[in-house]
């Protein structure tokens, strides 16, 4: 067995369901630290709630300033859902027809390991390694995300630690390892809109005034509404609902309003003013009389082509031959906190296909060339 496939049985055996860490940070923090990093340990979040964050950083050439390449991740877990649908035990890492199962195979466990022995084999190779290499850690990326990276990158600006690149493990490979890369991210913009009407009876329709009714049209608008066109590196704009509610459950009722969740995955061709902006005036237009509450979930952020796209990349084609894609698909991630602090920020791991799935998994023959990807892009950039 592989060190980097015996790692991630071992993280994916620890319990550590969103925002508990399980245990992961502490064996991963003694590894390091026998490889000369300095690990620190940061708690946020309640009694109840407590995220554990984990930092660590090497120097190299006698503590010399240099580059700062940081590996990023999160140890929580998603929740499993009924352990009845699994076809073997979540948290028991298991093998079958050439896969690694369990929850975190996949996201991302794995390329924690991968990351990890990257590293020891890195040092063991180049002890004296130009900059610095560090792990950015957190139990908290599944849940709200307010007392992880976001806190851990707050920290570190507070005390004038500066990161050159970071590479995020999340699993961004579609149909092979390596075919795909996330230099960015869209944004994300919710909004839960509330139209107001007057209810009353079904059959006395000129007694009241139904919300869904008068919204309908005001809907038909947002969805044809062609918000930008996105460029080189984003799509386009996009605006979807998720819910809509009204109604008291009888069927001879008009409703007195309608709830309407939505929400905006935007590109930096757009801006939450703007987007808001828009969305107001368009409702205005309908003359609906409204209540409308955002919440900004995340900024788009963008890492151009550039040192570490490049050495990622190389190290992609030198292990698996395959040419990578640039992406800014997908969901949010922590990268959009580390982006603050970092000008180069790529998320790089396996196969996305289960995750958040019963019966997440991640092939075992790819946890090696995942490794050296990793091992090769510090030797790229670090020596």
Known sequence: MSRTLLLAEQLISRRSVTPDDGGCQTLIGERLAALGFACETLLYGTEQARVTNLWAVRRGRSGTAGKLLAFAGHTDVVPTGPLSAWTSDPFVPTHREGQLFGRGAADMKTSIAGMLVAAEEFVATVPDHAGSIAFLLTSDEEGPAVDGTVRVCEWL???GERLDY?????PTSVDALGDMIKNGRRGTLTGRLRVIGVQGHIAYPHLAKNPIHLVAPALADLVA?????GNTYFPPTSWQMSNI????????????????DFNFRFS???TPETLKARVHALLD???LTYELAWTLGGEPFLTPIGELSAA????IRANTGITTELSTTGGTSDGRFIARICPQVIEFGPLNATIHKVDECVSVASLEPLKNIYRDTLHRLLT
């Not at 970071?166 to 999340?170: A, D, F, H, L, S």
């Not at 509610?245 to 309407?260: E, Q, R």
């Open 157 to 159: 600006t507070a005390r």
């Open 166 to 170: 970071c590479i995020v493990g999340e």
């Open 225 to 229: 509404t062609t918000w930008d066109h």
């Open 245 to 260: 509610h009204a109604g008291t459950g009888a069927g001879n009722v008009i409703p007195g309003d309608a709830v309407i």
């Open 268 to 270: 930096n061709e757009s």
């Open 285 to 287: 237009e309908h003359g």
């Open 312 to 315: 990622l990349s190389d190290a």
